[in-house]
């Protein structure tokens, strides 16, 4: 006999192409189609454009070969153009859809915001097929590798579901991104924990949690020194020090974010086939909204949690 698990799993699986259409959808005619200006050529509707680019992701398939797909969604009224396979690739690639693209991913994420309070904080890389050379000091020759675009983001502990999310180059650090992520989930959710590892340590983001209501669990380095003042720094690093297996027990909740890359790249691939710089950010974000949207398929036969995004029970959430 099927545990709970595997039958909420099999019944989710078996659905998820059919559900994920109309829940892209209904999230794409969220975002508010901006002004025609100058004259020309009327543009394709911005939420048809949004639909095309995440679900030719979420197929895999090259844009010639999709085309298939897009026709079905159109005979279907997902979409209400039937745009070219060039157009498709040319939104992909469009600067304007990447702050559209974070807003899809926190707007997808609100349906789980009554389940989800302790939220882990990561970032993993995605690989391109541009190479980098440089000369290897330690192995006296030049070396080539390939870039990857890296994906930063924040995720709750129960159900996987990413809240926010960034994407840099290569070499970006990412204690950069740590506050945006906190502070973007914080608007929405109602923070208790939040766990990162040794990369995010610093008084600042350590701060930033508490600000937000919720206990930081960063483990700290060696040569932390002991803190005189009174802060949240301070009673982390005692709570650290002086009673680690209460603090381990809710900083591996990390492992959640570890498990959301593992999932995307299961699922949509770990490589990035668009070629421009924006093309990549944007295809990674469209991985992440994808991903978020299996999330709410499963979790309408694990918990019971229905999501809906028309119109008039959910407003587009931009990121700034």
Not at 77 to 84: E, Q
């Given at each position: 006999?099927?545990?709970?698990?595997?039958?909420?799993?099999?019944?989710?699986?078996?659905?998820?192409?059919?559900?994920?259409?109309?829940?892209?959808?209904?999230?794409?005619?969220?975002?508010?189609?901006p002004?025609?200006?100058?004259?020309?050529?009327?543009?394709?509707?911005?939420?048809?454009?949004?639909?095309?680019?995440?679900?030719?992701?979420?197929?895999g398939f090259?844009?010639?070969?999709?085309?298939?797909?897009?026709?079905?969604?159109?005979?279907?009224?997902?979409?209400?153009?039937?745009?070219?396979?060039?157009?498709?690739?040319?939104?992909?690639?469009?600067?304007?859809?990447?702050?559209?693209?974070k807003?899809?991913?926190?707007?997808?994420?609100?349906?789980?915001?009554?389940?989800?309070t302790?939220?882990?904080?990561?970032?993993?890389?995605?690989s391109?097929?541009?190479?980098?050379?440089?000369?290897?000091?330690?192995?006296g020759?030049?070396?080539?590798?390939?870039?990857?675009?890296?994906?930063?983001?924040?995720?709750?502990?129960?159900?996987?579901?990413?809240?926010g999310?960034?994407v840099?180059?290569?070499?970006?650090h990412?204690?950069?991104?740590?506050?945006?992520?906190?502070?973007?989930?914080a608007?929405?959710?109602?923070?208790?924990?939040?766990?990162?590892?040794?990369?995010?340590?610093?008084?600042?983001?350590?701060?930033?949690?508490?600000?937000?209501?919720?206990?930081?669990?960063?483990?700290?380095?060696?040569?932390?020194?002991?803190?005189?003042?009174?802060?949240?720094?301070?009673?982390?690093?005692h709570?650290?020090?002086?009673?680690?297996?209460?603090?381990?027990?809710?900083?591996?909740?990390?492992?959640?974010?570890?498990?959301?890359?593992?999932?995307?790249?299961?699922?949509?691939?770990?490589?990035?086939?668009?070629?421009?710089?924006?093309g990549?950010?944007?295809?990674?974000?469209?991985?992440?909204?994808?991903?978020?949207?299996?999330?709410?398929?499963?979790?309408?036969?694990?918990?019971g949690?229905?999501?809906?995004?028309?119109?008039?029970?959910?407003?587009?959430?931009?990121?700034?």
């Amino acid at each position: 006999m099927d545990s709970p698990y595997w039958t909420a799993y099999n019944a989710a699986q078996t659905e998820e192409k059919a559900r994920l259409v109309t829940l892209l959808a209904d999230l794409c005619k969220t975002v508010p189609q901006p002004p025609q200006t100058g004259r020309g050529r009327p543009r394709l509707p911005l939420s048809d454009m949004l639909f095309a680019s995440v679900y030719k992701v979420y197929v895999g398939f090259s844009s010639r070969r999709f085309t298939s797909d897009l026709h079905e969604a159109y005979a279907d009224g997902l979409i209400d153009s039937k745009p070219h396979f060039n157009s498709v690739s040319n939104y992909l690639s469009d600067p304007k859809l990447t702050d559209t693209l974070k807003g899809l991913v926190a707007t997808s994420s609100l349906p789980l915001k009554a389940v989800e309070t302790d939220f882990a904080v990561d970032s993993s890389g995605f690989s391109t097929s541009r190479f980098v050379r440089w000369y290897s000091k330690k192995h006296g020759r030049v070396t080539d590798n390939r870039e990857w675009v890296k994906v930063h983001l924040m995720c709750g502990n129960s159900t996987k579901v990413v809240t926010g999310v960034e994407v840099s180059g290569w070499t970006a650090h990412d204690t950069n991104y740590f506050v945006p992520l906190v502070e973007r989930t914080a608007a929405h959710f109602d923070l208790e924990r939040v766990s990162g590892d040794k990369a995010y340590l610093s008084k600042k983001n350590v701060q930033a949690v508490a600000d937000a209501g919720a206990v930081p669990y960063v483990p700290f380095k060696s040569n932390s020194l002991p803190p005189a003042e009174d802060s949240a720094w301070a009673r982390m690093y005692h709570l650290f020090m002086f009673n680690r297996e209460e603090f381990l027990r809710h900083y591996h909740g990390r492992s959640s974010a570890e498990s959301v890359f593992s999932m995307v790249k299961a699922k949509f691939g770990d490589s990035i086939r668009s070629k421009s710089d924006t093309g990549q950010i944007n295809e990674a974000l469209c991985k992440i909204l994808c991903h978020n949207i299996c999330v709410l398929i499963h979790a309408t036969h694990a918990l019971g949690v229905e999501a809906s995004f028309a119109p008039s029970n959910v407003a587009y959430l931009p990121t700034r």
